[in-house]
């Protein structure tokens, strides 16, 4: 599939060079080898054709990720991108990929919607000797059956913001918290699960409730609206959510009961996108663990690696931070995302 052709920028600079050296006043010094007939063919460079299979278009994180992962896989960068965004749906993302090997692509990137399910279609990759790489999140298939996963630490986030709930809320009463998870059967959604029940495990925050809003503000809004409704906006202390969006939804669905986010209930998120960053700001949520999405230049590292027949790490981990109010304020204006 890998498309040669001359790189026309060296060819024409050649050439151009090569008029240059034949101007009327004859002082501009061509190159030796433009004016003596040097080799002016320039150099071939091959394009690289990847196939993205990206989860949808379900959050601001997700258009942040796609966003980088388009800007990283560019024809200046020397890729041909085919992407494609599978609504969150696991089917169709796996048909994706079964596509991406017909094509015949050179490599295939994978942000997997759910963990599992995955070991066919990738030993499938495999066998039509096509690299997968993963970015974001993981799945339960060997690590055999792909090259490299660049992403964040999900269990790791859940912990940071399952301690700052202990460290600020809990004390003598209970934090009635009620969560709103992430997709179903996603590696975040069961990692921050894990990591927030580690962290507040012997403390007085009390889950009460835990349904998934689908990484979606939809989702996070009528999900709030029903626990509302079960335990009214005085049974509730605490919002924990996996991601920003949801925590968006719920803060419309706390004002819509006539509460004060952030200060009636309070509300913790994971992702540190804008909207929930402004929202922070705002003092609707009260904490929010960065996940950070710019992951193309690294996963565009990893491609270039693999099929250069390079050893490359197999986990690779990218930094991210935490905010509380008075953090947010001081760098809402600088981020990127
Ligand atoms: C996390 C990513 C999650 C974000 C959500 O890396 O997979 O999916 O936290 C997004 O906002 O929808």
Request: proline share 2%; net charge negative.
């Amino acid at each position: 599939m890998r498309k040669k052709f001359l790189s026309t920028i060296a060819f024409a600079g050649a050439a151009a060079l090569t008029m240059a050296g034949c101007s009327s006043d004859g002082d501009t010094e061509a190159p030796d080898d433009a004016a003596n007939g040097g080799d002016t063919g320039g150099d071939t460079t091959e394009m690289i054709t990847v196939g993205f299979a990206q989860t949808g278009a379900e959050s601001g994180w997700r258009s942040a990720n796609t966003e980088a992962m388009q800007a990283a896989f560019s024809e200046e960068n020397g890729f041909e991108l085919v992407f494609n965004a599978a609504d969150n749906d696991p089917a169709a993302q796996i048909s994706a990929v079964r596509n991406f090997i017909n094509q015949g692509v050179d490599a295939i990137v994978i942000a997997p919607v759910v963990e599992d399910g995955w070991d066919d279609v990738l030993q499938e990759a495999q066998d039509a000797d096509i690299p997968v790489i993963l970015e974001d999140r993981t799945v339960t298939a060997s690590e055999d059956l792909y090259a490299a996963w660049v992403g964040l630490d999900f269990k790791a986030e859940g912990v940071k913001a399952g301690e700052w709930v202990v460290d600020e809320l809990a004390g003598d009463g209970p934090v009635r918290t009620v969560v709103l998870e992430g997709t179903t059967g996603s590696a975040p959604a069961n990692d921050r699960a894990e990591g927030f029940n580690e962290a507040i495990d012997g403390s007085s925050v009390e889950i009460i409730d835990s349904q998934t809003g689908d990484f979606t503000r939809d989702g996070g809004r009528s999900v709030m609206e029903g626990y509302i409704s079960n335990y009214g906006v005085d049974g509730i202390d605490l919002v924990y959510a996996h991601n920003d969006d949801m925590g968006l939804g719920a803060i419309e669905a706390i004002e819509a009961a006539g509460a004060v986010p952030g200060e009636d209930i309070k509300i913790v998120t994971i992702d540190a996108v804008k909207d929930g960053m402004q929202a922070l700001v705002d003092g609707k949520i009260n904490f929010i663990v960065e996940c950070n999405p710019m992951l193309g230049e690294k996963a565009a590292e990893l491609v270039k690696a693999v099929l250069n027949g390079e050893e490359v790490q197999q986990v690779n981990y990218v930094e991210d931070q935490s905010f509380t109010q008075e953090q947010a304020a001081e760098v809402i204006d600088e981020r990127t995302y």
